[in-house]
């Protein structure tokens, strides 16, 4: 061997020493959101679930806390996932849903459409629980550009070692026990909570000086029904019953009017609570912002009666491997009901969630 080769040997030897090193010190410096706040862990999750679904949910919380994927299944045999996160805005919602049409194909695509009234990023702690656990790729990349605060670094992104790298002094056994692997948060993107607060009341209702949505958010509200159209798919607009934050009667109005305009079905469900039978005294676990398992359990009812109506579905009820998972998931979705219910009854709160 001459040493010509020798030395380009034992460059490529160091520079993937290097490589490693550097991987497993940002794995271990980048949060894990194991306890307390979970959001951050949602997004990953999908990587490692089936991709056989019927319906991709994608949008924030409002998505997220607020539709059993699991009673889908149980009343109409409809497999489903929630892509949400934490202050989802509509352009991360359309990244997200183009990359997972990498991996699959739905049958319907439904968005929640709360985050209509954000035109402009928002903020970096929200943007991280969203794009640090995309998976590399162009979507991810469009994302970020999209995403970013002025003051934010592009390539931090992409390698969050440059983001994290003064966690040092904050690492804690959590980042430890979860170096390698994290458990799992939610149920098919759906994050469980079975405590109640019972709704008492709201604050004043703000003025706005323009209820107009910005041409941004009709830009990627457009690009969605685009990219549905392309690949056969039904989109479905929706708007959670969560009391607040506010949903103006004026935003409501602009959402009748696109759905009418480009042929897509829109449900405000803040219309229907008594149908759905709601009753915000029992089914929200923070004072009516989001529902508890309860409450999301009655909505995934309600909500999958109209779509078995309205669309066709692809049969998986059949499908041994489908069945299969389903039937864990909701074996491991009722067993942690169970607890949550048992620690809310012994505590009056969730202890250690």
């Known amino acids: 061997m001459t040493t010509r080769k020798k030395k380009v040997i034992i460059l490529a030897v160091v520079l993937a020493v290097m ?17 307390g706040i979970y959001e951050g862990a949602m997004i990953a999750e999908y990587y490692d679930d089936s991709k056989n679904h019927n319906i991709l949910f994608v ?16 009343e109409y045999g409809l497999t489903s996932y ?17 990359e997972m049409l990498g991996y699959e194909k739905p049958d319907v695509v439904v968005f929640n459409v709360l985050s209509m009234k954000y035109g402009v990023p928002q903020d970096e702690a929200y943007n991280r ?25 592009f390539l931090s992104y992409i390698f969050p070692i440059l983001r994290y790298h003064s966690r040092w002094s904050e690492l804690g056994e959590e980042d430890f026990k979860y170096f390698f692997s994290k458990d799992k948060v939610t149920f098919s993107g759906y ?25 941004n958010s009709y ?12 690949n056969d798919i039904e989109l479905v607009l929706m708007k959670a019953p969560s009391l607040y934050p506010f949903w103006y009667d004026e ?25 759905i039978g709601i009753d915000y005294d029992t089914d929200t676990y923070d004072a009516g912002l989001h529902l508890n398992v309860y409450g999301a359990e009655k909505l995934a009812k309600y909500f999958g009666q109209i779509l078995v109506d309205n ?42 969630y």
Not at 82 to 98: D, P, T
Not at 193 to 214: E, Q
Request: proline share 3%; hydrophobic share 35%; aromatic share 12%.
């Open 19 to 35: 490589i490693l090193v550097l991987g497993l010190l940002q794995n271990l410096l980048m949060p894990k959101y194991m306890s």
């Open 59 to 74: 949008g924030d919380c409002e998505i997220y806390e607020n539709i059993s994927p699991v009673t889908l299944w149980e």
């Open 219 to 230: 830009k990627y509200l457009d690009m969605m029904v685009e990219l549905c159209k392309e």
């Open 82 to 98: 929630m892509r949400g996160s934490a202050q989802q805005l509509i352009w991360q919602s359309y990244y997200l849903l183009e």
């Open 311 to 352: 669309f066709e579905f692809t049969d998986y009820k059949s499908d041994d491997e489908v069945q299969k998972h389903w039937e864990e998931l909701s074996d491991d979705y009722y067993a942690e009901k169970q607890k949550q219910k048992e620690l809310f009854e012994e505590y009056g709160y969730l202890k250690g």
């Open 251 to 275: 935003w409501d109005e602009a959402m009748v009017k696109y759905a009418d305009e480009h042929d897509l079905m829109y449900i405000n469900f803040l219309n229907n609570t008594e149908e």
């Open 129 to 153: 629980m969203t794009l640090d656990g995309m998976r590399l790729s162009a979507s991810k990349l469009k994302s970020i550009n999209a995403s970013m605060m002025e003051d934010e670094s």
């Open 191 to 215: 994050l469980m909570r079975a405590d109640i607060k019972p709704f008492t009341s709201l604050p004043t209702m703000p003025i706005l000086g323009d209820y107009t949505f910005s041409e």
